[in-house]
């Protein structure tokens, strides 16, 4: 069984920057963050495998940047330039032989 645990998620005005950590319990190659906004399914915000293949979906390119720290088994999601449509519920996602695990998820909410 993997556990994930994030942090970082607060409130932050529209243009302000946050980082969301996520540590695992053991390494694993592929991980990422998704957001489930109020009302609306999950979806991808960006992963990285250990090599440092990345990926993001259009609407955070430029502005989010995903980076790990391997030795550390943490993942970190720098979020800068945020919109208030950025506000959902950041989830950890890992997957490990075939399995997907999540984090209980923290709260980004973008507002003035």
């Known amino acids: 069984q993997v556990r994930l645990v994030e942090s970082g998620g607060d409130l932050v005005r529209p243009g302000g920057s946050l980082r969301l950590s996520c540590t695992a319990s053991?390494?694993?190659?592929?991980m990422g963050w998704y957001r489930q906004c109020p009302g609306k399914q999950r979806e991808l915000v960006a992963t990285m495998t250990a090599s440092g293949v990345t990926n993001y979906a259009d609407s955070v390119k430029g502005r989010f940047t995903i980076s790990r720290d391997n030795a550390k088994k943490t993942v970190y999601l720098d979020m800068t330039s945020l919109k208030p449509e950025d506000t959902a519920v950041y989830y950890c996602r890992a997957v490990m032989s075939l399995n997907i695990y999540w984090g209980q998820g923290t709260q980004v909410t973008v507002s003035s």
């Open positions: 053991t390494s694993i190659n592929l």
